[in-house]
């Protein structure tokens, strides 16, 4: 992982796992920004667009509220945040079937083509970061992450 960083920060060596993590974690959120300014959004509105994506796919869509409460923002926030991505023919809000008052989130055509383009060079970043572990080292940190991914 190409650092940054510098000389600023300790030697990985000598970090304990929450520090570790704490640096990967900058460091995707370092890319994953990036990526989200070249397809002109900040990264609330990439990772909105992103679960927006994924829910659409799975068994329910989001609502604002709920997605707000994901992304740990206001319901505020929330409606700016929506109102970008709508703004922008990413998403639309169309009626819950469930409860016709409530509304979900769902990404447009071109919503789904620029989450695949954000995911698709986040994909090839981190692939070439960790290009240099060995298959088992690759191997192990996949499992990690695939636990971690469950907390």
Known sequence: MTSATGNHLS?????????????????????????????????????????IVEADAGVEAFSPRVLADVLDVSTASMTAVTDRLEKAGLVERRPNIADRRKICLHPTSHGSAVHVHIQSGLRETITESLAPLSAQDSDAFHRGLRALAQL
């Open 11 to 51: 030697d990985p060596e000598d970090l304990p796992m929450v520090d570790l993590l704490r640096r990967c974690s900058i460091y995707l959120a370092g890319v994953e920004k990036d990526l989200a300014e070249k397809a002109g959004l900040n990264t609330t509105d990439a990772r909105a667009l992103a679960l």
